[in-house]
């Protein structure tokens, strides 16, 4: 039989042990209560429809407030996000700090997610705009991506502009990995690829990395002839 004085330290202790959950959720739940200034733009972002700078800034606002408060990937991910759509809305002059900003936010993504591709995609486009060009580092990047998710469906066409630009610093193994990223896009998307070949250098990366199958380089070659 449970003594009076023995209910006392049992209703103590559950009370003390109550506090302790709710202190250690606490910052959980002021991190999703910042969180829901941002739900309907990020939600629009995520559905790709364009969205005024105004808005991005508050998401990004939203979303910096929220990782303060605890280590999120998804809040993480919609902070890159935002910042990375937001350098295109300001002046040239204002953009490295937005760059700067979208990569610190893709690592911390990564180091929750490290088998995250399109956080390792983000990261290397993000590493060449700081750097002002492709390197060997902003190549390793987009090599981890590939290799982590070589067939995401949304992915492939995106990826496919930074392998392109960053061609030229894969080593050989890389670019053996890489290479059939090309048939792949072709496959899923030639108007996407049609489009990245607009521009003259990267048409010739993809004229050579389609190369190895004569049939998707004679298509590919025949829907750019009738391009625009």
Same mark, same amino acid.
């Not at 809040?75 to 610190?104: D, F, H, I, Q």
């Not at 190549?139 to 290799?147: E, G, I, L, P, T």
């Given at each position: 039989?449970?003594?009076?004085?023995?209910?006392?330290?049992?209703?103590? =202790?559950?009370?003390?042990?109550?506090?302790?959950?709710?202190?250690?959720?606490?910052?959980?739940?002021?991190?999703?209560?910042?969180?829901?200034?941002? =739900?309907?733009?990020?939600?629009?972002?995520?559905?790709?429809?364009?969205?005024?700078?105004?808005?991005?800034?508050?998401?990004?606002?939203?979303?910096?407030?929220?990782?303060? *408060?605890?280590?999120?990937?998804?809040?993480?991910?919609?902070?890159?996000?935002?910042?990375?759509?937001?350098?295109?809305?300001?002046?040239?002059?204002?953009?490295?700090?937005?760059?700067?900003?979208?990569?610190?936010?893709?690592?911390?993504?990564?180091?929750?997610?490290?088998?995250?591709?399109?956080?390792?995609?983000?990261?290397? =486009?993000?590493?060449?705009?700081? #750097?002002?060009?492709?390197?060997?580092?902003?190549?390793?990047?987009?090599?981890?991506? =590939?290799?982590?998710?070589?067939?995401?469906?949304?992915?492939?066409?995106?990826?496919?502009?930074?392998?392109?630009?960053?061609?030229?610093?894969?080593?050989?193994?890389?670019?053996?990995?890489?290479? !059939?990223?090309?048939?792949?896009? *072709?496959?899923? #998307?030639?108007?996407?690829?049609?489009?990245?070949?607009?521009? !003259?250098?990267?048409?010739?990366?993809?004229?050579?990395?389609?190369?190895? #199958? !004569?049939?998707?380089?004679?298509?590919?070659?025949?829907?750019?002839?009738?391009?625009?």
């Amino acid at each position: 039989m449970i003594k009076g004085s023995d209910r006392y330290v049992i209703f103590l =202790v559950g009370l003390l042990f109550a506090a302790g959950l709710a202190y250690l959720g606490f910052p959980r739940g002021v991190a999703a209560f910042k969180a829901l200034d941002g =739900v309907r733009i990020a939600n629009a972002v995520a559905q790709g429809k364009p969205q005024e700078p105004e808005d991005l800034r508050r998401l990004a606002v939203s979303r910096a407030q929220s990782l303060v *408060w605890g280590s999120n990937p998804a809040y993480a991910n919609e902070l890159a996000v935002a910042y990375r759509l937001l350098s295109r809305e300001v002046p040239p002059e204002t953009r490295k700090s937005l760059w700067e900003a979208a990569y610190t936010a893709s690592e911390t993504e990564l180091r929750a997610q490290p088998l995250n591709a399109y956080a390792w995609w983000r990261l290397g =486009v993000m590493r060449s705009a700081l #750097d002002g060009a492709t390197t060997a580092r902003s190549a390793s990047f987009q090599w981890h991506s =590939v290799r982590l998710q070589p067939h995401a469906m949304n992915l492939v066409p995106l990826r496919l502009r930074a392998i392109s630009d960053n061609w030229f610093q894969f080593d050989a193994g890389q670019r053996r990995d890489v290479r !059939p990223q090309f048939a792949i896009a *072709w496959r899923q #998307d030639p108007k996407a690829v049609i489009r990245i070949a607009a521009n !003259p250098r990267r048409q010739a990366v993809i004229r050579a990395g389609l190369a190895i #199958d !004569p049939r998707l380089l004679g298509a590919f070659e025949s829907a750019l002839s009738k391009s625009p």
